[in-house]
């Protein structure tokens, strides 16, 4: 099998049986996940003090991984982890994955036909199930997108894909209506302003997202927009040419 296409997939939340099987069907030379990529050092949600492996290094995988932060996921090591490595190229995690920090810019190579393409990831979204959660344990506050985390970004021309948790602004309400969730009942948004505020300066060819456990295609201006559904459900990824 000659890999010569990205796959970009949605929300794994740890399911990484689904993401091993998927690489070996599929003729992919690296792979980019959405977010909620399930890193964790035991079992979504209930956390064990005394596990020092992240789950996902329990596995071994054939392709590089990437993946975006959302709002399930172990923030206080993320950060911890950028404040180590820095927020401007991917931090290796083990297990042949890396952890892109929100408004970290980095090109990929087909190994086949040489092409390279450019990707920016903005991880981050808010929790609506958040009050079942135990803070610092299975919720934490960094979850959302800050203006922190964007405000070293400029117009640009040369993004060939933004990869983020949620989506901005400027698609929410057909993407509530996809989820058929009323519109005026998504009352936090402050993850989505702060894409819109990206997509007025950058217009890539094509945005990935997940978050919203459903799969759509939407198009604004020049720019595609493929909302991913959660890992094994239909529409939960796409192979992309580069």
């Known amino acids: 099998m000659s890999r010569d296409k990205l796959l970009v997939v949605g929300d794994v939340h740890g399911e990484f049986d689904y993401l091993e099987d998927l690489i070996e069907s599929t003729p992919c030379f690296a792979v980019i996940v959405a977010g909620d990529f ?3 050092k035991s079992p979504p949600f209930a956390p064990h003090s005394n596990e020092q492996q992240f789950i996902h290094q329990y596995y071994d995988f054939e392709v590089p991984v990437y993946f ?3 709002n399930h996921e172990d923030h206080n090591s993320l950060e911890q982890l950028v404040d180590l490595h820095g927020k ?3 931090i290796d995690v083990g297990s042949n994955c890396w952890y892109l920090p929100r408004g970290c810019v980095f090109k990929l190579t087909n190994p086949v036909t040489n092409k390279t393409i450019s990707i920016l990831g903005l991880g981050g979204a ?6 079942l959660r135990t803070p610092n344990v299975s919720w934490f506050k960094q979850e959302q997108l800050r203006h922190k985390d964007i405000i070293d970004l400029q117009p ?3 993004i060939d894909v933004i990869v983020s948790h949620t989506c901005p602004e400027v698609i929410l309400k057909r993407v509530a209506k996809t989820c058929n969730i009323p519109y005026n009942r998504i009352i936090e948004r402050q993850t989505e302003k702060l894409l819109d505020n990206v997509f007025d300066i950058i ?3 094509r945005w990935v997202f997940g978050h919203w456990h459903q799969s759509a295609q939407y198009r604004v201006g020049g720019t595609v927009f493929n909302l991913l559904n959660m890992a094994d459900h239909d529409g939960w ?4 040419k580069v």
């Open 203 to 205: 217009k890539p060819k």
């Open 38 to 40: 399930g890193f964790w």
């Open 156 to 158: 640009r021309d040369d």
């Open 126 to 131: 808010y929790s609506i199930d958040k009050h």
């Open 68 to 70: 975006v932060d959302g």
């Open 237 to 240: 990824y796409r192979l992309l």
């Open 88 to 90: 401007n190229s991917p």
